[in-house]
């Protein structure tokens, strides 16, 4: 077979010959054969399917040690890393897209929208229930609805139930803080600063205090912590705040979306292509988080704007609800009851109609034309 010069081999592959000599000393992509004397190096034709391979990982952005694991794997497995990949990409860049029209809508001059003077201001109509279910021995859940503020958090471990309360109790000052809607985010982010600081400090009064009483359903002896997920109104826009499993669904013209991601094992199983929705959803490890505000988590959290329009309808639940009932029977519950507090009552019955395994929170709130 006869070997290319690296001249070449770099026009074919699309490489220049300044790439191909970095990429040799990284064992990237070795010549076929280094001449001893001059050190010229001499390429095979078969090398320039892996040559292209990288050029276009490249391409994507991708770092090439990790470039370096694609191509040593098998179609397959590799196929699946540039999956897992983009990924990631995709969430970085949905992040910095709200990040960017933020900062935008800041320093425009946007922080207070007008409206027409023959527009009603709009507000929320809520109502929120949590239950204990029909397993559990006590409910580490906590919810909160006001005019501002809504949240679930979902406790873990042998004090959930207080690391859950503090979480929530963090942010419920913000329902009578001013909140100029330019600011949101950052008054999110500073909020659930001081909603991790709480948790921190609730669990490890009860570790020093001995006072825990979990149960072992109720996670006793485990690390304790919480989800939270939170919507903050501004009269305009919604900022919301998440990390965990816990979720946020909006209803509007009849459909039905989650707009939030789940902080799960699982989940990021489902986004690198090693399990389907369909595989996830009875996977054992279904509950296990990757985030969430305790002590040795990752708590970063999810931070976006979201526009609210007259007629949208928000849940957010624990995954009481969400795990053991259909969206198809969650979407029909909120598009067919037109009272938040029947719909909370509805789907907490509907939970545990299911077997109630876990404690199970809702809140259900409706963007209306205020009187």
């Not at 903050?232 to 991601?261: F, K, N």
């Not at 938040?340 to 963007?367: F, H, I, M, T």
Request: include cysteine.
């Amino acid at each position: 077979m006869e070997l290319l010069t690296i001249g070449a081999f770099a026009k074919a592959s699309r490489l220049s010959p300044k790439a191909l000599r970095l990429y040799d000393e990284l064992g990237l992509l070795t010549p076929a054969r280094v001449d001893p004397v001059t050190g010229y190096r001499r390429y095979a034709p078969d090398q320039l399917e892996r040559a292209r391979l990288v050029a276009w990982l490249r391409r994507l952005g991708m770092p090439l040690a990790r470039i370096r694991r694609v191509c040593a794997l098998d179609a397959d497995r590799a196929a699946g890393e540039i999956r897992a990949f983009w990924a990631q990409v995709e969430a970085d860049t949905a992040a910095r897209r709200d990040l960017a029209a933020f900062l935008v809508d800041h320093l425009s001059g946007k922080d207070h929208p007008t409206m027409s003077t023959t527009t009603p201001p709009l507000g929320l109509r809520y109502a929120a229930l949590s239950d204990t279910g029909l397993v559990r021995e006590s409910n580490q859940d906590t919810v909160h609805a006001g005019a501002r503020l809504l949240a679930v958090a979902d406790g873990f471990g042998g004090r959930g139930a207080p690391a859950g309360a503090a979480a929530v109790d963090a942010l419920a000052r913000l329902e009578t803080d001013g909140v100029p809607a330019g600011s949101l985010l950052g008054i999110l982010d500073d909020a659930i600063e001081r909603a991790t600081r709480a948790v921190l400090a609730a669990t490890e009064c009860s570790e020093e205090t001995g006072s825990g009483t979990g149960g072992a359903e109720d996670g006793g002896g485990q690390e304790a912590g919480t989800t939270l997920t939170a919507l903050l109104w501004t009269g305009s826009q919604l900022g919301l705040v998440h990390i965990g499993d816990s979720r946020v669904y909006l209803l509007r013209d009849g459909e039905l979306l989650q707009i939030t991601h789940d902080h799960t094992l699982v989940q990021s199983m489902v986004d690198e292509g090693r399990l389907t929705p369909e595989e996830a959803a009875s996977h054992p490890q279904r509950s296990l988080l990757v985030r969430a505000l305790g002590r040795d988590a990752d708590t970063t959290p999810d931070l976006r704007l979201q526009d609210a329009r007259r007629g949208d309808r928000y849940l957010l639940c624990s995954d009481g609800l969400s795990t053991v009932v259909p969206a198809g029977e969650i979407h029909r519950v909120l598009s067919g009851t037109g009272d938040p507090e029947q719909a909370v009552r509805d789907l907490v019955g509907l939970a545990n109609g299911s077997g109630g395994p876990d404690n199970v929170s809702c809140v259900v709130a409706d963007v209306v034309d205020l009187p």
